[in-house]
């Protein structure tokens, strides 16, 4: 299992839209609105890399009113 943090631009006055949208995603464990430089915070997991690549590509970033995403990947030290 792979987690991540997906941190979400969106467009002015989008995020509690996104955040909505993006909350009925398989894989997507939690989405937040947030302040800061980010709008939205989404914590997401999948089988693999891949599996959660295609996740962010195909769906996340394919949600009306996003503009940019940064995918963190959580490690275990």
Known sequence: MVEAYVLIQTEVGQAAY???EVRG???VVQA???TGPYD?????AAEDV???GKMVVANIQAVSG???TL???VVKL
């Open 25 to 27: 995603i398989e894989g």
């Open 40 to 44: 939205v915070i989404v914590r997401a």
């Open 32 to 34: 937040d609105d947030v």
């Open 66 to 68: 996003i503009t940019r």
């Open 71 to 73: 995918t963190c990947p």
């Open 50 to 52: 891949d599996s959660l």
């Open 18 to 20: 996104v955040a909505e």
